[in-house]
């Protein structure tokens, strides 16, 4: 299983883009990079998922290297309510089922 | 509308006793799952059911069964709760295993303190 590295936690300025960066050097040519986050006392909310390409949604852009080692989450204008804890991971196929393994995760805090 | 919604959202109970919490989706979804966030907020899968079929039971003690009367529902009955089993449940749905692209849509959670 594709394992990642996230950093504990990072601020960001309210109104500046939040560049959340993740690890996943042992990646598979066939998995996917999903982008959660939890704000505090809610369910994980899905924000973005991608295999190569960079994608972009109304919530956020997911920039993936070539080697495909590594991703940038990146909220283009942060406001308060990005505060949360946000969650890389990397889809794991188990005998054939898929399952969201998450880790720890990155606290990221918006500043006023 | 709410897409998961789980029931119920507190549930405090004592030691021994047995509880059930309630699932239902709305999506249309053919894949529902059972996660447990513990105190220290570690997030982890406990079962997944396909069309009312297990597909993933992650080595949760017998004391817990699911139950899927149908595909838009997964309850989660625990026997014999003991304080290790306090944490936030929290059910999720997705379109299927083996799809590609396809996020999960989780609940709002259900808070369970034993005491």
């Known amino acids: 299983d594709a394992k990642t590295t996230q950093p504990t936690s990072m601020d960001c300025a309210e109104g500046r883009a939040a560049n959340l960066p993740c690890n996943h050097s042992t990646i598979s040519g066939n998995e996917y990079v999903y982008w959660y986050r939890q704000i505090h006392s809610q369910g994980p909310q899905y924000i973005i998922h991608?295999?190569?390409n960079n994608e972009t949604n109304e919530m956020a852009s997911l920039i993936i290297t070539e080697d495909r080692k590594s991703s940038t989450l990146i909220l283009p204008h942060a406001t308060l309510r990005d505060t949360a804890v946000y969650y890389c991971?990397?889809?794991?196929?188990?005998?054939?089922?898929?399952?969201?393994?998450f880790g720890t995760g990155t606290r990221l805090t918006i500043i006023p | 509308d709410t897409a998961v919604s789980q029931t119920p959202k507190y549930l405090v109970t004592q030691m021994g006793n047995d509880k059930s919490i309630k699932c239902e989706q709305n999506l249309g979804h053919d894949t529902m799952y059972w996660y447990k966030q513990d105190s220290k907020k570690f997030l982890k899968i406990m079962f997944s059911y396909n069309n009312k079929e297990l597909i993933i039971n992650e080595t949760v003690p017998n004391r817990f069964s699911p139950k899927s009367p149908d595909k838009a529902h997964l309850n989660l009955h625990i026997n014999s709760l003991e304080l290790g089993d306090s944490a936030v449940y929290f059910c999720?749905?997705?379109?299927?295993?083996?799809?590609?692209?396809?996020?999960?849509?989780f609940g709002s959670g259900t808070r369970l303190t034993v005491v």
């Open positions: 991971i990397v889809r794991v196929v188990n005998f054939g089922n898929e399952k969201l393994t």
């Open positions: 999720a749905s997705s379109q299927g295993p083996r799809l590609s692209g396809y996020g999960y849509t």
């Open positions: 991608g295999l190569k």
